[in-house]
Nanobody, 127 residues
Framework: QVQLVESGGGLVQAGGSLRLSCVAS????????MGWFRQPQGKERQLVAA????????YYADSVKGRFTIARNNIQDTLYLQMNSLQPEDSAVYYC????????????????????WGQGTQVTVSS
């Protein structure tokens, strides 16, 4: 397992930017794919973006393509989500997730594929 701690959430006006970070620690496996999910109030958790172990392969939900960027620094064990042009519909609790993998290039797009989750960070976008 790996412990995940998110940070960087907050309140921002529409059109603004935020960068979320997720620091991983205590990992007991060599490689892990990661993802960012979000859960708007009263709705189900949904994938925002996913990234492979190497960072070379990424996936984005259609709703964030062109506005959000997922990246990782494996030396610092940190996952990032740069969010630009934020809109009120982006408001949610954002979670990072990790899943051990034997693959250098695979990512996962379903919440059920991930074993480890952070506690979440709130992002609120005002109109």
């Amino acid at each position: 397992q790996v412990q995940l701690v998110e940070s960087g959430g907050g309140l921002v006006q529409a059109g603004g930017s935020l960068r979320l970070s997720c620091v991983a620690s205590g990992r007991s496996y060599n490689r892990y794919a990661m993802g960012w999910f979000r859960q708007p109030q009263g709705k189900e958790r949904q994938l925002v973006a996913a990234i492979s172990w190497t960072g070379g392969n990424t996936y984005y939900a259609d709703s964030v393509k062109g506005r959000f960027t997922i990246a990782r620094n494996n030396i610092q064990d940190t996952l990032y989500l740069q969010m630009n042009s934020l809109q009120p519909e982006d408001s949610a609790v954002y979670y990072c997730a990790a899943q051990s993998t034997m693959s250098w290039t695979n990512y996962y797009t379903e919440a059920r594929d991930y074993d480890d989750w952070g506690q979440g960070t709130q992002v609120t976008v005002s109109s």
